[in-house]
């Protein structure tokens, strides 16, 4: 898959994936949005986000996520 709007730069956040040339992650990205922010409410944030940064995060996010499999074990187990 292509990504328009995703940078990898090791000189920039440690190689994280990034939104253009900001210091934005997408992990920052997908951290907003797993607290129930808002697309408007991360771009007040982020004000350097445009909406297609943050649809194109998270479609990254669900295609490295996609084949993994990450062990769940219950609290108090």
């Known amino acids: 898959m292509t990504w328009q709007r995703i940078t990898f ?3 920039r ?5 990034c939104l253009g040339h900001t ?6 990205v997908v951290r907003c949005v797993a607290s129930g922010m808002s ?3 991360i771009q007040e944030a982020y004000p350097d986000l ?4 943050i649809a ?3 479609s990254y996010a669900a295609a490295v996520t996609e084949d993994r499999v990450i062990p ?3 609290t108090g187990s």
């Open 50 to 53: 445009e909406a297609e940064d």
């Open 56 to 58: 194109e995060a998270l």
């Open 23 to 28: 210091r934005i992650t997408v992990a920052t």
């Open 9 to 11: 730069d090791a000189n």
């Open 72 to 74: 769940f074990k219950p």
């Open 39 to 41: 697309t408007a409410e």
């Open 13 to 17: 956040m440690g190689g994280q994936p």
